[in-house]
């Protein structure tokens, strides 16, 4: 055991080292004695609650302020549950404060000097996290409307799959079987209705298959995995052979990174990109397509698909990404005006974004920035 003069000066010691470490702390900090009295508090704590050490030291911390420590959960936190477990954390207390209104306050509690000659004492760090948990419940709220949402969209795509497609259908064979039959008979107006009503059906039917796309970036996602982009670039360039050679055209492909994706909608994304070159290409030369990458940064790569096509209008560069926006008439380029807005949809899906810059006769570039590694719960 220490002298009585060495036990002495140890106390004083380890209270003037206590009390500069408290006064280094950013947040709120208060030490207590035994019997709940503050022996010391920080600058932090003046500032934050709007009081002076004359009104704090040598107080009672349920005294504080005229009361408004007198906080049930504190009690229990201080009376109760600290003296079995000597440290509690994350001790959330809601409480209206005179001058500093309602507070979500997150309380940290550590008891200290277990040694025989040191008097026992309480530290209590405070944490003004009322911003914090506005945030999360804004954030519940987000996450409740999206899982709404797409209930709603994927009933919606329950309804677009069946409901609506079975009736086109219809309209469909019945017109192509009223053309087979009555075709050679008919002429004038009444020819001219049956193809309108056909023409009509087939877009609804094609507008419904876009809608149905766009529905299922979210609701019908698959589980990122390794994606080879320049082998699923020249898969797609393979289905869209055909086309491609009817616009006497080629698609050069650089090297595409490997990244973690979704394989359905990164083919998606490639294939509406490319139809969409081919669609607005040039009638007076050759069409030449060129997909490529470079990396952003160590987790992002940029992936572009540049044309020599009929460009458009920089000042519609974001325009053409909404819903049905269409910078051109359906009569003289079809579509429905939604696979721009499906990329879009597929590239946010993926955390990354969908930009372009193009200039009239020049040709367009799309830029769709990606990560190349998704972040999961291990990385956080």
């Given at each position: 055991?220490?002298?009585?003069?060495?036990?002495?000066?140890?106390?004083?010691?380890?209270?003037?080292?206590?009390?500069?470490?408290?006064?280094?702390?950013r947040e709120p900090l208060l030490v207590l004695d035994a019997e709940f009295r503050v022996t010391h508090a920080?600058?932090?704590?003046?500032?934050?609650?709007?009081?002076?050490?004359?009104?704090?030291?040598?107080?009672?911390?349920?005294?504080?302020?005229?009361?408004?420590?007198?906080?049930?959960?504190?009690?229990t936190l201080l009376h109760h549950q600290l003296p079995l477990q000597a440290q509690l954390d994350d001790f959330d207390v809601e409480h209206v404060f005179p001058g500093i209104g309602r507070k979500v306050m997150l309380?940290?509690?550590?008891?200290?000097?277990s040694r025989e000659h040191l008097p026992r004492m309480i530290?209590?760090?405070?944490?003004?996290?009322?911003?914090?948990?506005?945030?999360?419940?804004?954030?519940?709220?987000?996450?409740?409307?999206?899982?709404r949402s797409n209930t709603a969209l994927r009933a919606f795509a329950s309804v677009a799959s069946h409901d609506?497609?079975?009736?086109?259908?219809?309209?469909?064979?019945?017109?192509?079987?009223?053309?087979?039959?009555?075709?050679?008979?008919?002429?004038?107006?009444?020819?001219g209705y049956l193809d309108r009503m056909t023409d009509a059906a087939a877009r609804m039917r094609n507008l419904i298959t876009d809608l149905l796309a766009y529905a299922q970036v979210t609701?019908?996602?698959?589980?990122?995995?390794?994606?080879?982009?320049?082998?699923?670039?020249?898969?797609?360039?393979?289905?869209?052979?055909?086309?491609?050679?009817?616009?006497?055209?080629?698609?050069?492909?650089g090297d595409l990174p490997t990244i973690d994706a979704d394989p359905l909608q990164m083919r998606q994304l490639l294939q509406n990109l490319l139809g969409n070159a081919l669609k607005y290409r040039r009638p007076d030369q050759p069409l030449v397509v060129r997909v490529e990458s470079q990396p952003l940064d160590a987790r992002q790569c940029?992936?572009?698909?540049?044309?020599?096509?009929?460009?458009?209008d920089d000042q519609y560069a974001e325009r053409i990404f909404g819903m049905f926006e269409r910078l051109h008439n359906r009569k003289d380029y079809e579509g429905s005006g939604i696979g721009l807005a499906i990329c879009r949809s597929i590239a946010e899906h993926h955390g990354g974004t969908i930009t372009a810059i193009s200039t009239p006769g020049q040709g367009s570039t799309f830029t769709v920035s990606l990560p190349v590694t998704q972040f999961t719960s291990a990385d956080m």
């Open positions: 055991m220490l002298p009585q003069g060495d036990a002495t000066a140890d106390v004083y010691t380890a209270l003037g080292l206590l009390a500069d470490i408290v006064d280094t702390v920080n600058r932090s704590f003046f500032r934050t609650f709007r009081v002076t050490p004359e009104d704090t030291i040598g107080q009672i911390i349920f005294s504080l302020g005229n009361g408004q420590w007198d906080i049930a959960p504190l009690h309380l940290n509690a550590r008891l200290i000097s530290l209590l760090a405070i944490e003004d996290v009322t911003e914090r948990r506005h945030a999360e419940q804004q954030l519940g709220a987000q996450r409740r409307e999206l899982q609506l497609q079975e009736p086109l259908r219809k309209i469909l064979a019945f017109g192509e079987r009223l053309s087979a039959a009555a075709g050679p008979v008919l002429d004038g107006d009444a020819r609701t019908r996602a698959q589980p990122f995995v390794r994606v080879d982009l320049g082998a699923l670039a020249r898969e797609v360039i393979a289905d869209l052979e055909t086309s491609i050679a009817e616009a006497g055209g080629r698609v050069e492909v940029a992936l572009t698909v540049s044309d020599n096509g009929i460009g458009f």
